[in-house]
T-cell receptor, first 113, second 112 residues
Framework: DTAVSQTPKYLVTQMGNDKSIKCEQN?????MYWYKQDSKKFLKIMFS???????INETVPNRFSPKSPDKAHLNLHINSLELGDSAVYFC????????????FGSGTRLTVV | GDSVTQMEGPVTLSEEAFLTINCTYT??????LFWYVQYPGEGLQLLLK?????DKGSNKGFEATYRKETTSFHLEKGSVQVSDSAVYFC???????????FGTGTSLTVIP
């Protein structure tokens, strides 16, 4: 199936740990994104990558770092996790920039305890 | 800067009721407009889109018309079903800066 897939779906971890969320798209899209959705469903863009180049980097803590080994993957690494990092993280991809809309992954629910 | 404003929820309707979720936008230039739907426990799915003024996007019985004069893109459905219960997001794409802007989401619950 053509899609954006991200793993894991659920992640529970202790404060201070380092974790990664993986994202892969097989749609041939040029740009990939990471969004954070808080408990009120508000979506905030964190990063986007186009041809391995970071082109958007909102004011997120530098504990968060995106890594793109190739055009089809954009992984999210989080160091020294904090309680406030608990949220649902969505990966997305697009072709034609943003004009054609985004295709989203199913989300990773991160809970920091 | 660009932004999207949509009506606050939650919205609760009885099955077969008429649905309207309001969305207005501010943008420089001529953005594309979108509605996304998020079912419980799932990611966002593109519901419909319109790329220029007076375009009507439609899908699964939902419709929205790109109104440049009122800078609106209201989502409508004539008869909602329980399975339409979800969170709906209005969004626009900024051609100049190639960015996406989401509204805050409107939760819809349809009761039998």
């Amino acid at each position: 199936d053509t899609a954006v897939s991200q793993t894991p779906k659920y992640l529970v971890t202790q404060m201070g740990n380092d974790k990664s969320i993986k994202c892969e798209q097989n749609l041939g899209h040029d740009t990939m994104y990471w969004y954070k959705q808080d408990s009120k469903k508000f979506l905030k863009i964190m990063f986007s990558y186009n041809n391995k180049e970071l082109i958007i980097n909102e004011t997120v803590p530098n504990r968060f770092s995106p890594k793109s080994p190739d055009k089809a993957h954009l992984n999210l690494h989080i160091n020294s996790l904090e309680l406030g990092d608990s949220a649902v993280y969505f990966c997305a991809s697009s072709q034609e920039g943003s004009l054609g809309g985004y295709t989203f992954g199913s989300g990773t629910r991160l809970t920091v305890v | 800067g660009d932004s999207v404003t949509q009506m606050e929820g939650p919205v609760t309707l009885s099955e077969e009721a008429f649905l309207t979720i309001n969305c207005t936008y501010t943008a420089t230039g001529y953005p594309s407009l979108f509605w996304y739907v998020q079912y419980p426990g799932e990611g966002l799915q593109l519901l419909l889109k319109a790329t220029k003024a007076d375009d009507k996007g439609s899908n699964k019985g939902f419709e929205a018309t790109y109104r440049k004069e009122t800078t609106s893109f209201h989502l409508e459905k004539g008869s909602v079903q329980v399975s339409d219960s979800a969170v709906y997001f209005c969004a626009l794409s900024d051609i100049i800066f190639d960015q996406f802007y989401f509204g805050t989401g409107t939760s819809l619950t349809v009761i039998p």
